[in-house]
T-cell receptor, first 108, second 113 residues
């Protein structure tokens, strides 16, 4: 069965500091990995997916199959990055399995 | 281009009752998935519909059922409500079975008392 682990419920960083939100997954085969973000009072939205290898809002994430990780990183945190972040995995018909989420708080 | 809309936004039901939640997919999307998000948890996959057929199901009992209509709007029905069914129910639509990523609705907050 697919499983996604986000070990931190809450992560607080100062503005301008680097950010790393951890995500580990278990999946047999070739999974698709995603990061979704939910800003305050907004709906869940796709931030990035590993196959596109994009950088969105300064965030990047590299799939490490050896460590089964897909950590989300940003070199300099901004106040507007404060949100709930969910890592998710899916394959085939993209029936997503989500982690429990990490709340990122950027301190001004 | 419209997004995903869900109705109602909030709902209170009594244990044992039945409930129907509705979702209007984003224009051009033929795939819809439903998720249950309990407080403090990530969304949990309930089932997916593609071109009006169920295309996958998560670990939910048969009292959770759904429909997708020719215009790709969708319903989630829950029978014999239990207290643990209290959650935020999210609808997400996509084209091509989710390959382009999902667009989520704002959800329906169901409270079972």
């Amino acid at each position: 069965a697919q499983r996604v682990t986000q070990p931190e419920k809450l992560l607080s960083v100062f503005k301008g500091a680097p950010v790393e939100l951890k995500c580990n997954y278990s999946y047999s085969g070739s999974p698709e990995l995603f990061w979704y973000v939910q800003y305050s009072r907004q709906r869940l939205q796709l931030l990035l997916r590993h196959i596109s290898r994009e950088s969105i809002k300064g965030f990047t994430a590299d799939l490490n199959k050896g460590e089964t990780s897909f950590h989300l990183k940003k070199p300099f945190a901004q106040e507007e990055d404060s949100a709930m972040y969910y890592c998710a995995t899916g394959a085939g018909s993209y029936q997503l399995t989500f982690g429990k989420g990490t709340k990122l708080s950027v301190i001004p | 281009e419209t997004g995903v809309t869900q109705s109602p936004t909030h709902l209170i039901k009594t244990r044992g009752q039945q409930v129907t939640l509705r979702c209007s997919s984003q224009s051009g999307h033929n795939t819809v998935s439903w998720y249950q998000q309990a407080l403090g948890q990530g969304p949990q996959f309930i089932f997916q519909y593609y071109r009006e057929e169920e295309n996958g199901r998560g670990n939910f009992p048969p009292r959770f059922s759904g429909l997708q209509f020719p215009n790709y709007s969708s319903e989630l029905n829950v029978n014999a409500l239990e207290l643990d069914d209290s959650a935020l129910y999210l609808c997400a639509s996509s084209s091509a079975l989710g390959r382009g990523g999902y667009t989520f609705g704002s959800g329906t907050r169901l409270t079972v008392v």
